[in-house]
């Protein structure tokens, strides 16, 4: 469900109203009392959310009624969180539905697992020690498997449609993201990258790794980071049998993508991978984590605090998440390395 003080509730819901089919495939990991208020404001009759009290979680939607929309009730509170605010009880519940949701994956009782925008101070005002999503689920997931989070390295990837860009660095300051442009780091994301795709079928993707620097230094003029970090790295995936190719200059790499010249594009830092997304409309982005030993993907927004409750936030890009996360499922995605 998301944050329950956001729109996450409510555009689980509007999603599920605008495309019913899904009732049968998807069940809402939520706090009911959350999800009962939200589906006043969309419209849906409350009766409709059927709570799922044991059993697997296929036999409960094979079992479901008629356009019931089933309910796996978890981060219960108990009284609705505040809307639009940063509260510890949004965060807790927030973070308890994403534990339940991951474990349910890497536990094979569901498919993929589709998270609706959490607010990352709620998370910290509720003691969670991860700054997000991503963080979150691979600190999960490494523990389910017995592995140190070190040993398993995510990355996020933003998709809009005809344009995907890989992030080499996440949520860090922009100075440490610039710190965090090394070898190892460019090589293990073009790694995770070419590994996403392969698993989804593509087993030849055409990668454009995008310089730091104003036209990827020009020759070290403007930086030396493309000749002594991001080309080696390069260089070193090329050795690897990897199709990838960069320095590019960062300011027209991505249109290049879009016109069909790459198939992603891995971009040094945050705002250099999701300007170019984002711009394309938000309605459409989908964000997924690469290198989890699961399908995960998200809309590509966040809380919206001055609209939750209003009922007139759009369900697209979570619409757009359900999608993709189905249509990895459906081709048989491979979670094994």
């Known amino acids: 469900m998301g944050d329950p003080a956001g729109i996450g509730p409510e555009i689980v819901l509007q999603a599920l109203q605008r495309r019913p089919e899904l009732r049968k495939r998807l069940v809402v990991v939520g706090d009911l009392a959350t999800l009962r208020r939200a589906a006043g404001w969309v419209g849906l009759d409350p009766a409709f959310l059927s709570p799922i009290a044991g059993g697997s979680l296929a036999q409960a939607l094979a079992s479901a009624l008629p356009l019931a929309v089933a309910v796996v009730p978890c981060g219960d509170m108990p009284t609705p969180a505040p809307l639009g605010q940063v509260s510890a009880l949004a965060g807790q519940a927030a973070a308890e539905c994403i534990a339940w949701g991951a474990h349910a994956v890497l536990s094979g009782q569901a498919a993929a697992l589709v998270t609706a925008p959490i607010h990352k101070e709620s998370l910290a005002a509720a003691g969670v020690s991860h700054p997000g999503h991503t963080e979150m689920l691979q600190a999960l997931a490494a523990e389910f498997q017995g592995l140190r989070v070190a040993d ?39 790694r995770i990258t070419a590994r996403h795709f392969e698993r989804c079928g593509l087993l030849q993707t055409r990668i454009a790794v995008a310089g730091l620097n104003p036209h990827a230094g020009e020759g070290g003029l403007f930086g030396r980071e493309e ?111």
Do not use: C, W
Request: charged fraction near 20%; proline fraction near 7%.
């Open 152 to 190: 398993l390295p995510v990355r996020m990837m933003l998709s809009a449609p005809g344009l995907h860009t890989v992030l080499v660095s996440i949520h860090v300051s922009l100075r440490d993201a610039i710190e965090a442009v090394t070898i190892e780091r460019v090589l293990d994301t073009i």
């Open 227 to 337: 000749i002594e970090t991001i080309a080696p790295a390069v260089a070193l995936a090329r050795s690897e049998g990897i199709e990838a190719s960069g320095p590019h200059a960062p300011d027209t790499v991505f249109m290049r993508a879009r016109q069909g010249a790459f198939d992603v594009v891995v971009a040094m830092y945050h705002d250099q991978g999701l300007i170019p997304v984002k711009l394309l409309g938000l309605e459409h982005g989908v964000n997924t984590t690469l290198g989890l030993p699961l399908v995960r993907t998200s809309p590509d927004h966040g809380t919206a605090f001055d609209l939750a409750g209003t009922g007139r936030a759009s369900e697209a890009s979570l619409l757009a998440a359900i999608d993709a996360a189905m249509q990895m499922v459906d081709r048989k995605f491979s979670p094994k390395p």
